[in-house]
């Protein structure tokens, strides 16, 4: 969902020049063809490339993690058709939030960093270098060969101190900050499946509804299921993870909200029985929910289906109000659907992230645990909660 966070549509206006043509919007359902969207998608306003994870190191201590890139357009145009010839002359500002949650030490550490679009300091493999003509239904190729002999990555968004790339035998992610640092390798967990969600109604998959008027809208698909290996660093201590699984979404549009929405909770769900579920509750000024508030349920053998959320079907449990920020995020909740009932917890409470560089707001990001019933059986599982909106200060 933010993903993934909205606070990015606050971050710099004040920069962003009159046009007359406007950001592509979200309207009609994509015909997705990948992996070559997997790229960025130029003339949209916003686009975040999403990945969070419950991983393992050899000995059993559990981490969650967060790693995300926001890219924000500064004008329809690129710089080159706006006349900024110069290499100085940035098209898009590029936004980094990492965190590591280490459950067994009970600490979260966070990390931002902001940069420009130039200098190859920052950017993104555009989908037009990849995709000449968009086909008229949504296709899954697998990942093209790379070139014998080649290193280069088939799609690479990059910033100085991170970069999330994907090569034929999966995902490369690499950070690194004065605290925390990533070097994990993500790959698909069954070859045999599908390995992707697209999130929408039924004949709209891939458009995710946020709103009641037109292009209140984002393309929104996930890769719910990664096998991840690697290393993690957390305070100058390597851990090596043998054991995990990663959910990878990817997420772009212009006009996502409403001016009467401020917030909401995101739920990414993987469970033991080899099914997932996505939800979102887009949470009005007013107290209400907002109607397109939704799900995707994912089974085994990778098909999806849509569902509606509403206050009946999720209800929120315990309070943590946060000693840091003072904001107060409900941490526990009931999901309850004709097919399963599952109760949700946090891995740890102490999950918030604080943003200095963004919107300059905090959120709650975290890893959490499941268990209940699926399908008649009982299940366990680990996931991702995302809490916006809870801060004083401006709306998320």
Known sequence: MKTALAFILLCLPFILPAEDAPFKQAIQPLAFSFPADHASHAGYQTEWWYVTGNVKDEKGREFGYQFTIFRRSLSPKSANER??????????????????????GNKHVDFESLERGALGVAGATDVSSLLKERPQHSHFPEVKPMPKGTLEPYVSVWMNNASFALYRNGWLLKAASPRIGFELELSESDEKSIPITLHGKRDEEGLSRKGPN?????????????NTTGVLTLDGKRYGIKSGMSWMDHEFGSNQLSADQAGWEWFAIQLDDGCEYM???LRNKDGSIEPNSSGTWTDINGCYAYFKIDGSNLAPG???????????????WTLQLPNAELRIKPAMDDQEFHSEQGAKMNYYEGAIRVEGTNLGKPVKGTGYLEITGKNLGGRM
């Open 83 to 104: 006349g900024r010839t110069s290499a100085w002359a940035a098209s898009d500002f590029y936004l980094l939030h990492l965190a590591i949650s280490d459950i067994e």
């Open 214 to 226: 037109s292009g209140q809208a984002s393309y929104y698909y996930s890769i719910p299921r990664l």
């Open 279 to 281: 939800l979102y509750v």
């Open 318 to 332: 315990r309070i943590w109000k946060s000693p840091h920020s003072g904001a107060e995020y409900p941490l526990e």
